[in-house]
C-alpha cells in the first residue's frame, strides 16, 4: 500500500470551529428575520395610523373631530395660538408694521393698510384677526369688503363652497360669509378626510395651474405639500367674471405670465389691466401684493432642490416610536435642529446666524426702496399741485406704480427674503432703480 493510499483510507477529524460558525450564522439570519418582521409590522401599524380611526366627515371643518383619529398632529395644530417670541424678522403676535416703520402710511395712503397693518398671528388667529381687523371696519377707518376675503381663513370654507357655488360664495357680503363659519384654518384645508392625502380645496390654484397650461392632478406627494400651502400663500386680486360687475369679487392669481414679479406686472397691465387705489399723493394707479411667498420661493434654491413648505415649517416628529409631521407651523428659526438640521450640518449658532445675514440684508434694500418711494410719491404729487399736467406726469406715475409693486412684492412676502435671496435683491434693486427713475421724470417733467 502506497503513502497516498494510506492517506484517502485515514477517515478526517471533524473540525469543532464549523458547528459554531453553523450556529452563528443561523442566529445572525434569526435575528435579521426577527428585524425584518418587526419592521413590516412597524409599517403596518404606522399604514394603520395614517387613516381615521373614527369617520370623518367629508369636508369637516372642526378640526377636533379629525382629532379624535390623529391626537398628535391635532394636538401640536393647536399650537398655533401660540404667539411665543418673535425671531429677528417676524413671528406671531400683533406686531405694528405701522407704528415700526412710518413710511409704510405714506405709501399705503389711500388704502386700508394705511389704517391696520399688523403681523399676521398662528392658523388659529386666522378667522379671529379677520374678523377684527380695523381695514374693514369704516368706523375705524376701513372699507367693506366681500366674502372672498374669508377664503383662506377658515376650514368651514371647501363645505360652504360646495353649498353655494364658487362664484356665489364670492359675491356674497363679509357678513353673510363670515355668519356661516366657525372654524379657523385646519385640517379639511387640506386632507382628504378617507384616505388623509393632500388635496386642493381652493379653485383658484387649480384655475391658476390653468392658466399656465399645468395640470395640477399631476403634482407628485412632495410638490402637494408645498401646494397645499400655495393655495394661501399667493398673490391674488379680485377678479370681474363679466363686464357688468361694479366691483371684482372672483379671486383669481396673476400667474397667467408666470410667478415673477415682473410677469405678474406685465399681467396687471397688459392682460387685465387691474389697479387696487389711486395714490392720492401722487396720482399714480397702484397695485396690492397679497402675500406672493410661493411665487418667491419658486426662484430660491429650496425649491430647485424640492424641499418642499412642510419641510421647513412643519419637520417630522418622533414621539413614542411614531412619526409625524408637527403642524405647529411656524418659522424654522424657532425649530433649527428639526427644520434645518435635517439637511445642514452646522450648528443652529452657525444657521441662524446665516439666515439673519440673508434678512439683514434684505431689510436694508427694503428701506432705501421706501425712502426712494416716498420720495417719489411727494416730488410726483408736489408737481401736480405745481400744474404739471396729467399727460406730463404719466411716465412718472407709471414708473412709481411698476416700482411700488416690486417693493411690495418683497415687502408683502414671508420670511424676509430668506425664500429667494438673490431674486429678492433683485427685484429690489429693480424697485430702487425705477423709484428714482421716477424722480428723474419728474424733475424733467416741472422743466
Request: proline share 4%.
Given at each position: 500500500m502506497t503513502t497516498t493510499d494510506h492517506a484517502e483510507q485515514t477517515p478526517r477529524r471533524p473540525r469543532p470551529w464549523v458547528g459554531w460558525a453553523v450556529f452563528a450564522l443561523a442566529l445572525c439570519a434569526t435575528f435579521v428575520l426577527?428585524?425584518?418582521?418587526?419592521?413590516?409590522l412597524e409599517r403596518r401599524r404606522e399604514s394603520a395610523a395614517l387613516l381615521p380611526a373614527a369617520p370623518v366627515a367629508d369636508l369637516e371643518g372642526d378640526s377636533a373631530k379629525w382629532g379624535e383619529s390623529f391626537p398628535r398632529q391635532y394636538e401640536s395644530w393647536r399650537r398655533t395660538a401660540e404667539d411665543g417670541p418673535r425671531t429677528k424678522h417676524g413671528g406671531p403676535g400683533h406686531y405694528d408694521h405701522l407704528a415700526a416703520d412710518p413710511r409704510l402710511k405714506a405709501l399705503f395712503a389711500g388704502y386700508p393698510f394705511?389704517?391696520?397693518?399688523?403681523?399676521?398671528?398662528?392658523?388659529?388667529?386666522?378667522?379671529?384677526?379677520?374678523?377684527?381687523?380695523?381695514?374693514?371696519?369704516?368706523?375705524?377707518?376701513?372699507?367693506?369688503?366681500?366674502?372672498?376675503?374669508?377664503t383662506c381663513?377658515?376650514?368651514?370654507?371647501?363645505?360652504?363652497?360646495?353649498?353655494?357655488?364658487?362664484?356665489?360664495?364670492?359675491?356674497?357680503?363679509f357678513g353673510e360669509v363670515s355668519a356661516k363659519v366657525s372654524h379657523p384654518i385646519?385640517?379639511?384645508?387640506?386632507?382628504?378626510?378617507?384616505?388623509?392625502?393632500?388635496?386642493?380645496?381652493?379653485?383658484?390654484?387649480?384655475?391658476?395651474?390653468?392658466?399656465?397650461?399645468?395640470?395640477?392632478?399631476?403634482?407628485?406627494?412632495?410638490?402637494?405639500?408645498?401646494?397645499?400651502?400655495?393655495?394661501?400663500?399667493?398673490?391674488?386680486?379680485?377678479?370681474?367674471?363679466?363686464?357688468?360687475?361694479?366691483?371684482?369679487?372672483?379671486?383669481?392669481?396673476?400667474?397667467?405670465?408666470?410667478?415673477?414679479?415682473?410677469?405678474?406686472?406685465?399681467?396687471?397691465?397688459?392682460?387685465?389691466?387691474?389697479?387696487?387705489?389711486?395714490h392720492p399723493v401722487s396720482g399714480a394707479a397702484m397695485v396690492k401684493m397679497q402675500h406672493p411667498d410661493y411665487e418667491a420661493y419658486r426662484?430660491?434654491?429650496?425649491?430647485?432642490?424640492?424641499?418642499?413648505?412642510?419641510?421647513?415649517?412643519?419637520?417630522?416628529?418622533?414621539?413614542?416610536g411614531v412619526k409625524f409631521t408637527d403642524h405647529h407651523i411656524q418659522s424654522p428659526l424657532k425649530n433649527i435642529n428639526a427644520a434645518c438640521g435635517t439637511c445642514h450640518?452646522?450648528?443652529?449658532?452657525?444657521?441662524?446666524?446665516?439666515?439673519?445675514?440673508i434678512q439683514d440684508t434684505t431689510r436694508e434694500l427694503l428701506d432705501r426702496a421706501e425712502d426712494a418711494l416716498?420720495?417719489?410719491?411727494?416730488?410726483?404729487?408736489?408737481?401736480?399741485?405745481a400744474g404739471v399736467t396729467a399727460a406730463q406726469l404719466a411716465e412718472s406715475r407709471d414708473l412709481l406704480r411698476r416700482a411700488q409693486l416690486r417693493?411690495?412684492?418683497?415687502?408683502?412676502?414671508?420670511?424676509?427674503?430668506?425664500?429667494?435671496?438673490?431674486?429678492?435683491?433683485?427685484?429690489?434693486?429693480?424697485?430702487?432703480?425705477?423709484?428714482?427713475?421716477?424722480?428723474?421724470?419728474?424733475?424733467?417733467?416741472?422743466?
Open positions: 426577527g428585524l425584518l418582521a418587526a419592521s413590516v394705511e389704517v391696520e397693518y399688523n403681523d399676521e398671528r398662528g392658523h388659529m388667529h386666522a378667522l379671529e384677526d379677520v374678523r377684527g381687523t380695523a381695514r374693514m371696519d369704516p368706523a375705524r377707518g376701513g372699507k367693506p369688503q366681500p366674502g372672498t376675503c374669508l381663513k377658515s376650514s368651514d370654507v371647501p363645505g360652504l363652497m360646495a353649498e353655494m357655488g364658487v362664484a356665489e360664495f364670492y359675491k356674497a357680503t385646519g385640517c379639511a384645508d387640506c386632507h382628504d378626510p378617507q384616505t388623509m392625502n393632500l388635496r386642493i380645496t381652493r379653485p383658484a390654484l387649480r384655475e391658476a395651474f390653468a392658466s399656465m397650461g399645468k395640470d395640477i392632478n399631476t403634482a407628485s406627494h412632495q410638490e402637494m405639500r408645498t401646494l397645499v400651502c400655495a393655495q394661501c400663500h399667493a398673490e391674488y386680486y379680485f377678479a370681474k367674471k363679466n363686464p357688468s360687475e361694479e366691483k371684482g369679487t372672483y379671486l383669481t392669481f396673476p400667474w397667467k405670465r408666470g410667478t415673477t414679479a415682473d410677469a405678474m406686472e406685465t399681467y396687471y397691465t397688459r392682460d387685465v389691466p387691474h389697479t387696487d387705489w389711486t426662484s430660491g434654491v429650496h425649491a430647485y432642490r424640492d424641499v418642499s413648505c412642510a419641510d421647513c415649517h412643519m419637520p417630522y416628529r418622533s414621539e413614542g450640518r452646522w450648528s443652529e449658532a452657525e444657521i441662524r446666524a446665516r439666515v439673519e445675514t416716498v420720495a417719489a410719491h411727494n416730488e410726483v404729487g408736489a408737481a401736480a399741485k417693493w411690495d412684492y418683497i415687502a408683502a412676502g414671508n420670511g424676509m427674503g430668506f425664500h429667494a435671496p438673490q431674486e429678492s435683491a433683485r427685484v429690489l434693486a429693480s424697485a430702487i432703480d425705477l423709484a428714482q427713475q421716477a424722480r428723474v421724470s419728474v424733475a424733467k417733467a416741472r422743466k
